[in-house]
């Protein structure tokens, strides 16, 4: 049985390739000793997309010779991710990529050579994250954290506790994400106020300044404290050292699949158990992907960077890093996965491929993006709009073999619809040629999310909802409604501006979207019926 260590993809390098696997073709120990002794490049958040997508670029430049040092991974909070998966098989990730055809591509990814617990407990893994920082060699960190990762504030806008306890504390003490880098930062700033760049590849919007207010929010909170010397914030802010730049990340790596595992294991790679952590993170020495990947990053580096543009990442200016998450997070992608969740969930569906099957939730997908969102569609020139939405389509939401949910998609659904359908209803209002009232699909998919709400599905089942910061008010709204019913709150919803980011009501989609829901709400089977019947008029 094969297991995932140096010793074995070394020693056994024929049966690994016997079992399909690409294995690593570089020096990994001259790799991590260049690494060791100038460091170029950390990365905090440990995860899937990092290790199956992230991590592969970078491998891409080692092998062609671009690049001579490895990324050091780091996690200040999920630590069984480092003593569980990645010490165990030598900081080694064995890559499945899921081909529509059910055709798995496998590979090791060898380019990480360090596994740091950023953690002031863990006096010698911090120690060698101080000695990181304060090497003039470092290039940039960058993070998928997610993005409470960056939030400093509950959802009252006052301070966490965490966050207000390093601000008193100081920079030697952190514990919230964002203070350890602050922290670090200012370690760097000691130094020798050394130039280096920080990268969000996070799946947020306007991710480099989230990052960048929430680093300098803490920098001058210790300012203000006298804890940290006055020109820390002018170091942060000044441009030509310190850079936080935008980007854009998209490709699917969903939690571990069990089929993957077992189909691993009857091609006799073991020691591939799912491991469950104790905050809830589902993770293995695999990392099961979609073959689709975009990187699109703000080319504003300050001590140099890796040469990824060679891996098929793209680099370019800060507007088109913006329309790009525009075209994707408003048109191309993300409204198509908010409907199919909210109607997938309410239709008894445990995959997005099978809802693919599905001709009407497909036609309220294609209507969305083609129909409705094609025409105002943000064009960023170095991605098609149409091409992109095909692959959406046609490619990755059919593809059967990721394992991606309705109900993981509908996580947090009231912070997304404002982006996801309220951009393309405001250029609907703006355009002269079009008008809001002449929407179908996204009122059906804002209609289904209100819908949604009541917990109950289109069989009149209760089911349980994805968690979301408003769902005790959404739901205080719809106390009490029950199938049959004609008369609700729910138009205390949909007039919420902040929700939908426009006064739907006002510019003619209030009323509409109110009349989907009571048709969806008559009865079991009506809001199938109610799609069935707009979507065919």
Same mark, same amino acid.
Not at 65 to 79: L, N, P, Q, R, V
Not at 209 to 232: C, H, P, Q, R, Y
């Given at each position: ?248 990340? *998209?490709? #699917?790596?969903? =939690? !571990? ?6 189909? &691993? +294991? /009857? ?111 943000? *064009?960023? #020139?170095?991605? =098609? !709009? ?6 959406? &389509? +046609? /490619? ?142």
């Amino acid at each position: 049985m094969l297991l995932l260590t140096r010793e074995s993809i070394q020693s056994c390098a024929e049966a690994w390739k016997d079992a399909d696997v690409e294995l690593p073709q570089f020096d990994y120990e001259q790799v991590a000793e260049n690494t060791r002794v100038r460091p170029e490049w950390i990365h905090f958040g440990a995860g899937n997309i990092f290790r199956g997508f992230i991590a592969n670029a970078h491998q891409k430049l080692l092998e062609l010779g671009k690049a001579d040092t490895g990324i050091i991974a780091a996690t200040s909070s999920d630590y069984e991710l480092i003593d569980k998966i990645y010490k165990p098989h030598d900081h080694l990730t064995l890559l499945v990529l899921m081909n529509a055809s059910g055709e798995l591509t496998k590979k090791v990814i060898s380019s990480i050579t360090e596994a740091i617990m950023a953690n002031k407990n863990r006096a010698q893994d911090y120690c060698r994250l101080v000695e990181i920082f304060e090497n003039p060699s470092l290039q940039m960190a960058s993070f998928t954290i997610t993005e409470k990762g960056y939030t400093l504030t509950d959802s009252n806008g006052m301070y966490l506790d965490i966050v207000k306890n390093d601000m008193e504390q100081g920079p030697e003490q952190p514990s919230h994400s964002m203070s350890v880098i602050a922290s670090l930062a200012y370690r760097r700033y000691l130094k020798g106020q050394y130039p280096m760049t920080f990268v969000s590849m996070d799946n947020c919007s306007h991710n480099g300044d989230m990052l960048k207010n929430s680093v300098i929010t803490i920098a001058k909170a210790w300012a203000a404290k006298g804890v940290v010397e006055e020109g820390f914030v002018a170091y942060l802010e000044d441009e030509s050292r310190i850079t936080f730049p935008l980007s854009m990340i *998209d490709k #699917i790596t969903p =939690r !571990p699949s069990e089929e993957v595992r077992n189909a &691993l +294991q /009857e091609q006799g790679i073991g020691g591939m158990d799912i491991l469950i952590t104790s905050r809830n993170a589902h993770t293995a020495p695999f990392v099961n992907a979609e073959v689709s990947e975009y990187l699109v990053i703000e080319d504003k580096f300050t001590n140099g960077r890796p040469l990824l543009e060679e891996a098929g990442i793209i680099f370019t200016d800060r507007e088109t890093v913006n329309r790009v998450e525009t075209m994707k997070v408003t048109t191309c992608l993300n409204p198509l996965h908010t409907a199919l969740a909210v109607t997938g969930c309410l239709l008894g569906y445990k995959q997005i491929s099978d809802e693919m099957q599905d001709q009407t939730l497909r036609t309220l997908a294609e209507w969305i993006g083609y129909k409705e969102g094609l025409p105002v569609v943000v *064009d960023p #020139i170095i991605l =098609r !709009p149409q091409q992109f939405l095909d692959e959406v &389509l +046609q /490619e990755r939401f059919a593809n059967p073999f990721i394992p991606d949910t309705p109900q993981r998609i509908a996580t947090d659904t009231s912070q997304k619809v404002g982006i996801r359908y309220g951009e393309t209803i405001k250029s609907y209002v703006q355009r002269e040629d079009l008008h809001p009232a002449e929407l179908t699909a996204i009122p059906l998919a804002i209609a289904a999310w209100c819908r949604y709400l009541i917990g109950v599905d289109d069989e009149g089942n209760s089911f349980e909802r994805s968690p979301d910061p408003l769902i005790e008010s959404l739901q205080a709204h719809l106390q009490g409604v029950t199938l049959g019913d004609s008369t609700s709150n729910v138009h205390r919803i949909l007039d919420n501006e902040k929700i939908f980011g426009v006064p739907l009501y006002e510019i003619g989609l209030g009323s509409k979207i109110e009349s989907y829901f009571y048709e969806m709400l008559k009865g079991p089977g009506a809001v199938r019926r109610t799609l069935e019947k707009h979507l065919n008029e």
